[in-house]
């Protein structure tokens, strides 16, 4: 690791300590994570940034156990992310690295939401949109890896969301890759106000075994359906747990 990329890591290690400590982050579950072995962590993601998941990390760091994020690929074509991509050990797709993570015993977090979670208004909270994408599911089967579903209460809350940044960005035809957030803080508009101190509770899920074929679509989408169940369920217990006290009320209880 060069010298950039390691005082990248000490400032991202301890931005997001503080972080920690701003949201008053908990674990329920983090047993999982003590088994030994690869796993992949298949998370719903709040808006703008993964936050619970990107504390889990950090959490874990602390803890002797390897968590490696994967991120978008343009993290690592930024020259401000680029080193913290390097020495957080982040990985931006499939080949030797993500190969080396595993092989290492790493837990590989992956949020199949991305964008189209993150980005959406503030009336639409706490419902996965995973759609169609089966990219987790079929790296699971291909690697043998068991798969711990995650979901986090508060994760929606950081920031009151005024559109749904994915489809205006597309509405206004920008690059594919390119999206929207304009979010208020307890201080005025993203990225200039911190986000709201709400409590961040991270859920984590029994692993679920790789049972089939990465050949068989029918197996990965199989496979793909019983990890939406089980992080629709952890999202049924942040809604109950966080719901009461935050900024918006969804119109009804549906899944998206």
Not at 129 to 149: C, D, M, S, T, V
Not at 151 to 169: K, N, P
Request: charged share 25%; hydrophobic share 40%; with cysteine.
């Amino acid at each position: 690791m060069n010298v950039v990329a390691g005082l990248a890591r000490e400032y991202w290690i301890r931005t997001w300590r503080m972080r920690q400590k701003y949201h008053r982050f908990e674990v329920k579950g983090a047993e999982v994570l003590q088994r030994p072995g690869p796993a992949i962590i298949a998370g719903y993601h709040g808006r703008p940034f993964a936050s619970d998941l990107l504390m889990l990390q950090v959490h874990m760091l602390d803890r002797s156990v390897a968590c490696r994020p994967l991120v978008h690929d343009s993290f690592a074509k930024s020259p401000f992310f680029r080193p913290i991509v390097e020495g957080m050990g982040f990985l931006t797709g499939e080949g030797p690295e993500l190969d080396r993570a595993v092989a290492e015993g790493a837990k590989i977090i992956i949020t199949p939401g991305g964008g189209k979670e993150s980005m959406r208004a503030s009336t639409v909270r706490y419902r996965s949109n995973w759609e169609n994408r089966l990219g987790f599911a079929r790296l699971a089967l291909q690697k043998r890896l068991p798969i711990i579903p995650a979901a986090g209460a508060g994760v929606d809350d950081q920031y009151l969301s005024l559109i749904d940044g994915y489809r205006t960005a597309r509405r206004l035809g920008l690059p594919k890759k390119m999206m929207l957030f304009f979010g208020v803080g307890p201080l005025g508009l993203f990225p200039f106000s911190p986000p709201f101190p709400v409590k961040i509770t991270l859920h984590l899920g029994r692993p679920i075994p790789p049972e089939g074929d990465a050949k068989s679509e029918k197996d990965v989408q199989a496979l793909h359906a019983r990890v939406v169940g089980a992080v629709e369920v952890l999202l049924d217990k942040v809604r109950e747990e966080n719901c009461a006290g935050a900024l918006y009320q969804p119109e009804d209880a549906t899944w998206a």
